[in-house]
């Protein structure tokens, strides 16, 4: 099991940056999958970037350029640094640990933390 703990949001102005922390309770190194997600009022949740175990990244079209998901396997940690925010990148984002076994699969999200970019 994994609980992840996000950190690093607030209300930040368009234009600015922020920087998230998602802290796993134990090692990713095993973990396949390590991604942030987002959910905006009224709308459904998406993926936002994800990296891989064997060190590839992928970000959405959206924040491609602006977004950088990063892994740190000795802190156990993954950020997701954001700059050039935009009001529509508001939402709740949530951390996500995926990994999988012989006849099962592991999903994971931490709380969520908030990100208001304001105009």
């Known amino acids: 099991q994994v609980q992840l703990v996000e950190s690093g949001g607030g209300l930040v102005q368009a234009g600015g940056s922020q920087r998230l922390s998602c802290l796993a309770s134990r090692s990713i190194l095993s973990i396949s999958n390590m991604a942030w997600y987002r959910q905006a009022p009224g709308k459904q949740r998406e993926r936002v970037a994800i990296s891989t175990r064997g060190g590839s990244t992928n970000v959405q079209d959206s924040v491609k350029g602006r977004f950088t998901i990063s892994r740190d396997n000795a802190r156990n940690t993954v950020y997701l640094q954001m700059n050039s925010l935009k009001p529509e990148d508001t939402a709740v984002y949530y951390c996500?640990?995926?990994?999988?076994?012989?006849?099962?699969?592991?999903?994971?999200w931490g709380q969520g933390t908030q990100v208001t970019v304001s105009s």
């Open positions: 996500n640990a995926f990994y999988a076994d012989p006849g099962a699969s592991y999903d994971y």
